[in-house]
């Protein structure tokens, strides 16, 4: 592996990170298959897990806690907050109340008293993000949290986050987890740019594309209608023709697209390391065999021309939408009422 700097947190971190969702019920019921499949990880020279209380409703934290027993001081240990947890609204969110209670919960859960990276999963609309940084704060200087950092956020987010931050004195994110793949490009934009401005490292989710860049999935022959149905960017005829002139550009460059895929997400400069979350043994073994693959400009410049840098084709049903996007009437001027 050929490792690169957090940022500018002087951590250094594998190109790939090792992501937790699909340990639990969720993915993988098998806790020692998944425990296999951390130690591979690791072994081949992976020193990021990543993973979150929302995964398998704690499941995927406890598997992974059960993992590192041993291996703890090897690793670079990340979960978040955020999620919404059973019916109670005040379970979830980023404010200090349910941030307090949920790392308690997630330290049991990983058998460590302290957390490398924690993350806020995603934006909170109805917090004030000096509260979460407040909180976050404390937490790094009680020894729970060693680095703190965002998933999603908007660019423009970001940038008040620095600002709070450097005005009150607070911990600063020092990590942002956009998804990035090459059909998902969006971030090449303003969110790399601002975090490279800000010495943020990158964790990239969905190098995949949520499984669109493995190849089961191609037009007119989606292989797994259940998932097509229930993910709609699986049967996104944008995204799908994208899919096929990115298929014969692997063949032609004589490498599996998967590989492709994996190979074009960490040769940003901007990013740090990219999320692989594999379900099975065999499926980390085939991901890993691409970590020192590194794509020609030829490649590269060919991808830009299949889909437009700073652009996405379609959206992952997984990305973040602020409130603008989802709530016609944040967009739209009332009406005037009749005299």
Sequence with gaps: MRYRTLGRTGIKVSPYALGAMMFGGVGNPDHDDCIRIVHRALDAGVNVIDTAPAYSGGESEEIVGKALKGRRDDVILATKVHRVVGDDPNQGGNSRRWITASIDK???????DYLDLYQIHRPDPDTDVEETLSVLSDLVRSGKVRAIGSSTMPASDMVEAQWIAARRGLERFRCEQPPYSILDRGIEAEVLPVAQRYGMGI???SPLAQGLLTGRARKGRQTDLRRAAIFTHLSDERRLDAVEELTTLADDAGLPLRYMALAFAVAHPGV????????????LKDLLASADLDLSDDILDRIDDIVTPGTDVGALDMAYRPPALLDPTLRRRPAHAAS
């Design 203 to 205: 964790l990239a989710w």
């Design 272 to 283: 740090s390391s990219t999320i692989i979350g594999p379900r099975t043994l065999d499926h």
């Design 106 to 112: 997630s330290l049991c859960r990983l058998q460590t």
